[in-house]
Structure formats: structure tokens, C-alpha cells
């Protein structure tokens, strides 16, 4: 579903990611931990098409992200190319980035109506039944501001979801939210994990949330795959020296 | 009690005299205000877009035009515009024209300043979103940015057309016969300077103020528009939000 091949990201003088190669099968639930700088958030924003690749490729479902075929020649993606692979995909931020300008039944159907030329009736209908599964029903005509940290981060999961990706990107969901508020967040994401077949990408310095989410874990350090495995092998014999000190140092937080 | 109509004449003594012209003056100074506002608006939302356009020569053009209409004075350019324009091109404009074209060019060009900056105040992580629901270029400006920044941009704006109001004043220079014009012509003929002067200043003063309600009142509907309760005391209003 997923393949990066050779991927580097430099910022200025800064390389993020240097020669990245990874792959993930399609409904595979994969989790990316390490230090922070250690390029996690930056593989995500690749992904979403927010950033672009210094050089190296990166494939969604057969198609490539950075690059569109022109004739038999490879050329920079155009717009249109980059909204085409984007519809595939779905993020949801550290900050939710709801639209304040919208109420919440408006934050879930804009999208939809305007990107994909949905009917606004079956939109809403879509938004409603989405409102209730994140357990939000009677906020559909609240305002962003006046949710709670965890609920707005529900709206912005249910948000995501409207659009149908078949990839799912979690950008640390749970670090800007109270703690009381972080359980219920990631369990409704257990939830959907587990009863449907998205494709799931996601970054997070919850090791227990980590541990029953993802079918593998992915350690970075400096830009690189330290260490691949399913999560058993990973949190409780790891392999690595760098894994094994990162686990010590966030666990022992 | 029975209402006089002020304009009609009706008044005793000298403002029954005066305020006819006065309001004849004033009705042109409203008109090329609002022609000017009208033009300055436009240019300052097509302009400023301009100047946030990813291009680099569209961006160029944009600075070009705010660099100069900025720099250079509106009397200079309501010259140009009514005395050099003719001989250059044999066109003779209307002189409210003239005006109304001057003053939007200039007060256009403060306001792409004040459009560019709006645009440039929503976060960019509101971009990213929309990206990431697939809006395209044109609907994340559409839908997400421009509606965010509107709210931004309302009090500056306030101050430009105030600004604008008062540089009608500048048109009685090519002999449009505004508020600032009458009031002159009513003092060379003998009418009494002090109340004529004053009169004047009571009614720039009226339409300014007019002006600044209008502008709260839009600012209002709009700040309630991206849940923003009160805009001037956004952040008490937070605070108290995160005590309770």
C-alpha cells in the first residue's frame, strides 16, 4: 500500500530522513516511535503531501506521490496528479485543525461536498451517523471553541473518516490533550482500528496505545529504521541498544 | 413638533443660508467616497491575493503596484489623472471620476497591505488541514482562509475608508464640488467663517463615525462567524473559558 523508496529529507543544512526504505501492506496498523527529531512526523507530512521529498520516491497504492508520468518521462506532480493520490489518503493533526469558520457538521461535510462533489443531504447524513460513533451527536451544530481538547479531536477523526481515505495518518493525536481525556480518544481509534480495514500510519509516544494498536512498530533514530518488528518483539525484546535505552527513558518518564 | 428637513433652507439665519450648499457638498463628498470605497475594496481583495499568490510574478506585479500607489501623494495622482492624462493620451476624464479613480488606486493600495497581511495571520496549519481533506487551491482559499482572515481584516479597513472619507476633501483641488469645495465658496462670499468651519467639521465628523458603526457592527457578525464572542476581549473571554 504504502513503499518508500530511498526517501531523504533535508531541511536546509538538516537531513530528516536519509535513504529511507520501508513498506506497508494494505489494512496494516503500523506504529513509529523514537526520539523526537528522529523524522517520524516528517514521513507522515510526506505522506499527506505537505512536504516534498529531497530525492527518493514514495509510492501509494501503485502511485507515485512526488512524480507523474508525462509520456514515457517521469515530471513533478501537478495539482491535479497530487489531489488525485491524496483522496487515498486522511490525517489527523496533533492540534486538530478544526475550521473555526465551521460548525462541527460543517468541519465533517465541507470537505466531502466540495472536494468530492458529494450531495450535501447524503453529506450530512454520512456526518451524523460519523457524530454518533465518536459519541458527539448532540454537538453537530456546536462550534469548534466550544469543545472540550478531546472533542474536538473526535470531530477531527470523524472528519478524516468522511472522506473515505483507505490511509489513515494519526500525527500524535493524544499529546496536546489532558490526560483524562486521552483514554477516550484512543480507545474510539482501538475501535475503528479494529473494525475496519484502513491502513493505519501512526506516530505516538503512547507505548501501551502503540502496543495494542499496531500489527509492527517501526523504531527511528536519526532519519533511519533502527529497528522492524511486531510489537511483542519490540517493547519486550528489543534487539537494539538505541531501542532499548529510547523504551528505558520514555517508560521510566 | 414639526421636523425641518436641514438642507431645506428652512433654518434660521445663517445656517438656513449655508447648509443648503453644505448639503449639496456633502452629498458629492458621500458619493466619491463610496466610489472610491467601492474601487479600493476590490483592488485591495484582488491585489492582496495577488500578493499571497504562490507565483513569484504575480507576487511582483502586486508589489509594484503597492510600492507605487503607496509612494507617491493622491494630489499628485488626481493631477495625472485630470490635468497630464489629457495631454498625454487627448482623453479627458470626469472629474469625479478622476477622483474616484485616484482615491481607489491609492487607498487600494494600502489595503492590499492590510488583505496580504490577514491572509498572512491565519495559521498555516489551517492550510495544511484543508490540504489534507483535498480541498483544492481555490476552495482552501474560498472556504477556509478567506473567511478566517476577513475577521483580521475589518478594523484596519475601518481606518482606510475613514482616511478615505477625508481625502474626498483632496477632490474640490480639480473643482469637484464636495463638502470642502461648497464650504470654501460659501466663506468667499461673505458667509461667517467660524460656523461654516464648523458645520464642515460636524459633518466629516458624522460620516466617519457612521463609518466606524457600520464597521462594528460587520466585525461583530463576523468574529461570531469563526466563534469568536467578542473580538476585542478574545483573550479574557479564553481565560475564563479555561478557568471554569
Not at chain 1, 530525492?55 to 509520456?71: A, F, P, W, Y
Not at chain 1, 479531536?153 to 490511509?167: F, S, T
Not at chain 1, 490533550?177 to 480507545?187: A, N, R
Request: hydrophobic letters at 45%; proline letters at 5%; charged letters at 20%.
Amino acid at each position: 500500500m504504502i513503499q518508500f523508496d530511498k526517501v531523504v529529507k533535508r531541511f536546509g543544512d538538516v537531513t530528516v530522513l536519509r535513504e529511507l526504505d520501508f513498506h506497508v501492506k494494505p489494512a496494516e496498523r503500523v506504529t513509529l516511535i523514537g526520539p523526537s527529531g528522529s523524522g517520524k512526523t516528517t514521513i507522515l507530512r510526506l505522506l499527506m503531501t505537505l512536504e516534498r521529498v529531497t530525492s527518493g520516491t514514495i509510492e501509494v497504492d501503485g502511485q507515485c506521490l512526488s512524480h507523474m508520468k508525462r509520456g514515457d518521462r517521469m515530471v513533478p506532480a501537478d495539482e491535479k496528479h497530487l489531489r488525485q493520490v491524496r483522496k487515498k489518503i486522511g490525517m489527523v493533526f496533533q492540534q486538530f485543525n478544526l475550521f473555526p469558520n465551521m460548525n462541527v457538521l460543517r468541519n465533517i461535510t465541507e470537505a466531502p461536498v466540495r472536494a468530492l462533489g458529494v450531495p450535501r443531504e447524503q453529506a450530512e447524513e454520512k456526518a451524523r451517523d460519523l457524530l454518533e460513533m465518536v459519541e458527539l451527536s448532540d454537538k453537530a451544530l456546536a462550534h469548534p471553541s466550544q469543545l472540550s481538547g478531546g472533542q474536538q479531536q473526535r470531530v477531527a477523526i470523524a472528519r478524516a473518516l468522511a472522506m473515505e481515505p483507505e490511509v489513515l495518518l494519526l500525527d500524535e493525536v493524544t499529546s496536546a490533550l489532558d490526560p483524562e481525556l486521552v483514554s477516550g480518544v484512543q480507545s474510539l481509534l482501538r475501535d475503528i482500528a479494529r473494525s475496519s480495514n484502513l491502513t493505519l500510519l501512526c506516530v505516538t509516544h503512547e507505548m501501551n496505545f502503540a502496543r495494542d494498536i499496531s500489527h509492527r512498530v517501526l523504531m527511528f533514530d536519526q532519519g533511519q529504521i533502527v529497528e522492524d518488528g511486531p510489537p511483542e518483539q519490540i517493547f519486550n525484546e528489543p534487539e537494539q541498544q538505541r531501542t532499548r535505552d529510547f523504551l528505558q527513558a520514555v517508560l521510566n518518564a | 413638533m414639526m421636523t425641518v428637513n436641514p438642507c431645506s433652507g428652512d433654518l434660521p439665519g445663517v445656517f438656513g443660508e449655508t447648509m443648503p450648499f453644505l448639503c449639496q457638498g456633502a452629498a458629492v463628498t458621500l458619493q466619491s467616497a463610496a466610489g472610491g470605497a467601492a474601487l479600493a475594496i476590490v483592488i485591495a481583495l484582488v491585489v492582496g491575493l495577488m500578493a499571497s499568490s504562490p507565483l513569484r510574478t504575480v507576487r511582483g506585479v502586486a508589489r509594484v503596484y503597492m510600492e507605487f500607489f503607496r509612494g507617491t501623494s493622491v494630489l499628485v495622482q488626481l493631477f495625472w489623472l485630470f490635468y497630464a492624462m489629457p495631454i498625454l493620451t487627448g482623453y479627458q476624464m470626469d472629474k469625479v471620476f478622476a477622483g474616484v479613480l485616484a482615491l481607489g488606486l491609492n487607498l487600494g493600495a494600502y489595503g492590499s497591505e492590510v488583505v496580504r497581511g490577514a491572509l498572512q495571520a491565519v495559521p498555516p496549519s489551517q492550510r495544511e488541514a484543508a490540504i489534507a481533506l483535498n480541498f483544492s487551491p481555490l476552495q482552501r482559499m474560498r472556504y477556509v482562509i478567506l473567511p478566517q482572515a476577513f475577521v483580521e481584516m475589518i478594523p484596519p479597513m475601518n481606518n482606510l475608508l475613514i482616511e478615505l472619507l477625508k481625502a474626498t476633501s483632496l477632490l474640490s483641488v480639480i473643482t469637484v464640488a464636495d463638502l470642502a469645495y461648497e464650504g470654501r465658496l460659501l466663506v468667499n462670499s461673505g458667509s461667517d467663517q467660524l460656523i461654516v468651519f464648523a458645520l464642515m467639521l460636524v459633518i466629516y465628523f458624522v460620516f466617519s463615525y457612521a463609518i466606524t458603526l457600520v464597521m462594528r457592527f460587520v466585525e461583530r457578525r463576523a468574529a461570531r462567524m469563526v466563534g469568536r464572542g467578542k473580538p476585542r476581549r478574545r483573550r479574557a473571554t479564553a481565560a475564563v473559558e479555561a478557568a471554569r
